[in-house]
């Protein structure tokens, strides 16, 4: 069974920075899509970044020029470098994988980002 594993959240200032990494065990097959969600509380999920087995990435709008999504030279790894944290970053980040019409999620990583 595929398991995806987020590290790297906690608390940090506004302004300051994280780097949350996410892997996946028990796979032989590279994922089509690797990328990180993330959910406030009494909000839905939303798309943070996302980035493609041939390194095109997606944003959304919010975090364009704070965060930037890169794979690790093993095909299941993920990373996401958030620079310039606000408080409206504050939420559970969940790493997400895609192959083949088959999506995983981890279990999610709190960031809390105090103003």
């Known amino acids: 069974q595929v398991q995806l594993v987020e590290s790297g959240g906690g608390l940090v200032q506004a302004g300051g920075s994280l780097r949350l990494s996410c892997v996946a065990s028990r796979i032989i097959f590279s994922f089509n899509v690797m990328g990180w969600y993330r959910q406030a509380p009494g909000k839905q999920r939303e798309l943070v970044a996302i980035i493609t087995s041939g390194g095109n990435t997606n944003y959304v709008d919010s975090v364009k020029g704070r965060f930037t999504v890169s794979r690790g030279n093993a095909r299941n790894t993920v990373f996401l470098q958030m620079n310039s944290l606000k408080a409206e970053d504050t939420a559970v980040y969940y790493c997400?994988?895609?192959?083949?019409?088959?999506?995983?999620w981890g279990q999610g990583t709190q960031v809390t980002v105090s103003s």
């Open positions: 997400h994988a895609l192959r083949d019409g088959v999506t995983y």
